[in-house]
Each structure stands twice: as structure tokens, then as C-alpha cells.
């Protein structure tokens, strides 16, 4: 699976959208796009994937670009709640339990 | 409908203890992972499951061992702990669509394991 850049950290106001990039330059044209997020000490929590066009649920935005090298997610009006780190992590949907692979993430926090 | 459920969540270990970690899922997911976090790092693969009676390595699965006897549950096992194994678990299930795995992983809060 082709390997993502995140930022490090990242700081967003309260009741803005917080829009958070991922860099997958050498994705593959079978491989989705996937993001997780992981509030202090609990388990990640899955958010949304996608392919090529853009996707929307009731957590997010992906906007991923044309020629796939990049995306981001967007959380359209942050709250306190949603600091935590975000993984965005890219991978190829086939049988089997293959585990995903998680980096470090970009930590987001969201000001007051 | 609890989802993943992680026993025990707290444990202390002295070096050379064995102990087992529960995970049960109610979701009926074919796929059943482990993995380990420690502080300022991602998660790591342990060991994971395709179904009932079928485990195989992960990344770091050295000084583990993993049963899938029930479709519901898997076991992570410790034979004999050592303080390099102070960590966070997670255990996380997942399912299948069209033969595909969706990579919309559940996973559970955690058991965190200390070994002085």
C-alpha cells in the first residue's frame, strides 16, 4: 500500500472547518483512501474512504484531487470533541483480514 | 449491540507471568485484528484472524500468540511477559462486502497492560 504524509499538528477555531491534507503521491489507481480518528486513550474510530470522487457522511468531507496525489478531510464545523489525531491511510480493498497500516497522524486541536 | 468489547482493561504483570486478553465482537465480522500502540506511535499489527480457526502474523508478533475458536471472539496470549510488552491493545473487527474486505475497522477501547 502506497505510503501518506500528514502534518505533524494542526489548530483550528471552534465552529470552523477544520480541513486536514494528506500527501499519497505514489497511490495506485486500485487504492482508496481511508481516515480514522483516535480521541485521547480511546480506540480509532473509522470516518470515511473513497476512490476518486468526492465523499460526504454525516462526520465529513473527502475531497480527494483528480490525480489522486492528495486529499483532505474536511470536519465542516469543528467542535472541542473533535480534537484528536487523524490518520489518513490508503490501501487496496481485497479478501482478507489484512490489518491496516496506521502512522502517526496529524494531532488536531480545536481552540475555544 | 456492544460492538468490541476488550477484557480485561487494566492489568499489572510482573516479568515472566503469562495472562490472555479477551476481545468478543457481536457483529458477526469474519475479520478479527490485535494490535499494540505504544506512547507517541501509531498502532502496530500483532497478529489478526480471516475467521473462525484461522490466525496468521502481523508486523510484530513475536512473544504473542492469538486462538480464534468462536467466529465472536479472539484471544491475545502473553506466555511469558516482559516490560517491553507495556503497552495499549486494541483489538478491532472487520467486515466483508462483494469478497472484499471494507477496511472499516471497530475497534475496541483498549486493555492496558503493564509488566514491571
Known amino acids: 500500500d502506497a505510503k501518506t504524509t500528514q502534518p505533524t499538528s494542526m489548530d483550528c477555531a471552534e465552529g470552523r472547518a477544520a480541513n486536514l491534507p494528506c500527501n499519497h503521491s505514489?497511490?495506485?489507481?486500485?487504492?482508496?483512501v481511508y481516515w480514522y480518528r483516535q480521541i485521547h486513550s480511546q480506540g480509532p474510530q473509522y470516518i470515511i474512504h473513497?476512490?476518486?470522487n468526492n465523499e460526504t457522511n454525516e462526520m465529513a468531507s473527502l475531497i480527494i484531487t483528480e490525480d489522486r496525489k492528495s486529499s483532505t478531510l474536511i470536519l465542516p464545523h469543528a467542535t472541542l470533541r473533535d480534537t484528536a489525531v487523524y490518520y489518513c491511510?490508503?490501501?487496496?480493498?481485497?479478501?482478507?483480514?489484512?490489518?491496516?497500516?496506521f502512522g502517526k497522524g496529524t494531532h488536531l486541536i480545536i481552540q475555544p | 449491540n456492544a460492538g468490541v468489547t476488550q477484557t480485561p482493561k487494566f492489568r499489572v504483570l510482573k516479568t515472566g507471568q503469562s495472562m490472555t486478553l479477551l476481545c468478543a465482537q457481536d457483529?458477526?465480522?469474519?475479520?478479527m485484528y490485535w494490535y499494540r500502540q505504544d506512547p507517541g506511535m501509531g498502532l502496530r499489527l500483532i497478529h489478526y484472524?480471516?475467521?473462525?480457526?484461522?490466525?496468521a502474523k502481523g508486523e510484530v508478533p513475536d512473544g504473542y500468540n492469538v486462538s480464534r475458536l468462536k467466529k465472536q471472539n479472539f484471544l491475545l496470549g502473553l506466555e511469558s511477559a516482559a516490560p517491553s510488552q507495556t503497552s495499549v491493545y486494541f483489538c478491532?473487527?472487520?467486515?466483508?462486502?462483494?469478497?472484499?474486505?471494507?477496511?472499516?475497522?471497530?475497534f475496541g477501547e483498549g486493555s492496558r497492560l503493564t509488566v514491571l
Open positions: 478491532a473487527s472487520s467486515y466483508e462486502v462483494g469478497g472484499a474486505n471494507t477496511g472499516e475497522l471497530f
Open positions: 505514489t497511490i495506485s489507481g486500485n487504492e482508496y
Open positions: 473513497g476512490l476518486k
Open positions: 491511510i490508503v490501501r487496496v480493498p481485497r479478501g482478507g483480514a489484512d490489518g491496516l497500516t
Open positions: 457483529m458477526n465480522h469474519e475479520y
Open positions: 484472524s480471516v475467521g473462525e480457526g484461522t490466525t
